[in-house]
T-cell receptor, first 116, second 107 residues
């Protein structure tokens, strides 16, 4: 079974530039998550999609971050403009159902973003 | 969101059992107890989860206290590949990570 695919693996940009990350979840998984992981911390949930609708984006800095999941499959996360504090690993995860407590999440390897 | 408390770090020798504790005194009746681990340069990986009863799978065992206010992840024979950050998470809908326990395994 193919896992969660993310690209690019690494990205280096200067502050105020824009950047986009792509995620392809496990086939058939209805729920998709984006997490941000700053060095030394646990992952922080940014946004959760159920099919192509947003379930929770309460932690997403909407003045600069945006995310979409067209056709309920692939997803992109964009930062515009980037700040130094956005340097982190951006993780995508997917799960088969609606985010209930007993199901497990599958994570990709992440995109490591460095903002200079 | 219910909180968990874990030691920052633990050490083990290879092939010895490891008991990773987690306190969650504010757990609610609908919270599942999940454990994930994160190996270096990888995304988190599911280990095990449970609600009330102890659970076993090929990776580990989960022992849940009778009052559910604490739990212990048991690795029966640690290997060098088990060196990772282990996260104990209470989950009803969202998966909210803390800072976890960094496990070092020595040969």
């Amino acid at each position: 079974e193919a896992g969660v695919a993310q690209s690019p693996r690494y990205k280096i940009i200067e502050k105020r530039q824009s950047v986009a990350f792509w995620c392809n979840p496990i086939s058939g998984h209805a729920t998709l998550y984006w997490y941000q992981q700053i060095l030394g911390q646990g992952p922080k949930l940014l946004i959760q999609f159920q099919n192509n609708g947003v379930v929770d984006d309460s932690q997403l800095p909407k003045d600069r971050f945006s995310a979409e999941r067209l056709k309920g499959v692939d997803s992109t996360l964009k930062i515009q403009p980037a700040k130094l504090e956005d340097s982190a690993v951006y993780l995508c995860a997917s799960s088969s159902t609606s985010g209930t407590g007993f199901e497990k999440l599958f994570f990709g390897s992440g995109t490591q973003l460095s903002v200079l | 969101d219910a909180k968990t408390t874990q030691p920052n770090s633990m050490e083990s020798n290879e092939e010895e059992p490891v008991h990773l504790p987690c306190n969650h005194s504010t757990i609610s009746g609908t919270d599942y107890i999940h454990w994930y681990r994160q190996l270096p340069s990888q995304g988190p990986e599911y280990v095990i989860h449970g609600l009330t009863s102890n659970v076993n799978n090929r990776m580990a065992s989960l022992a849940i206290a009778e009052d559910r206010k604490s739990s212990t992840l048991i690795l029966h024979r640690a290997t060098l590949r088990d060196a990772a950050v282990y996260y104990c998470i209470l989950r009803y809908d969202k998966l909210i990570f803390g800072t976890g326990t960094r496990l070092q395994v020595f040969p």
